[in-house]
């Protein structure tokens, strides 16, 4: 999940053939066996939408939130940008990617998981955004 103070949260609409299709979540995707829940979002957020490795000066991890369904576990890795940054669709997940505030992401049709989440992700957010 990754924030712009100016411009509030990159969200990905996810495609059509992909689980959940049609809705928009946070550019990521499953860890490779033995991968950390970081490692995966810097590769899965790199290989979406171009967002640089936060070992730059571009991004800083701020916090990770799980979400626990018994049988799945989404953990959405909180970062946030340090200079403005263009996202870039570099492979088929994605129908778009965009900016959105925090304040009007449940006028979209999110994916269940970041739904299901949004409401303790929001609460770790609002420190991290200007009003």
């Not at 066996?33 to 790199?46: K, P, T, V, Y």
């Not at 989440?117 to 770790?124: I, T, V």
Request: with cysteine; charged share 30%.
């Amino acid at each position: 999940m990754l924030v712009d103070p100016e411009r509030g949260v990159l969200m990905q609409h996810r495609a059509l053939w992909s689980v959940a299709g049609g809705t928009w979540g946070f550019p990521g995707g499953a860890r490779d066996m033995g991968e950390a829940a970081i490692d995966a979002a810097i590769r899965e957020s790199f290989e979406e939408a171009g967002v640089p490795d936060p070992d730059g000066d571009d991004v800083e991890i701020l916090d990770c939130h799980v979400l626990d369904l018994e049988t799945w576990t989404y953990t959405t890795v909180i970062a946030r940008t340090r200079r403005p940054l263009e996202p870039v669709i570099s492979d088929p997940e994605s129908i778009e990617l965009r900016w959105v505030p925090l304040g009007e992401l449940r006028d979209l049709d999110l994916h269940p998981g970041v739904a299901a989440s949004l409401p303790e992700l929001e609460e770790l957010l609002v420190p991290h955004l200007r009003d």
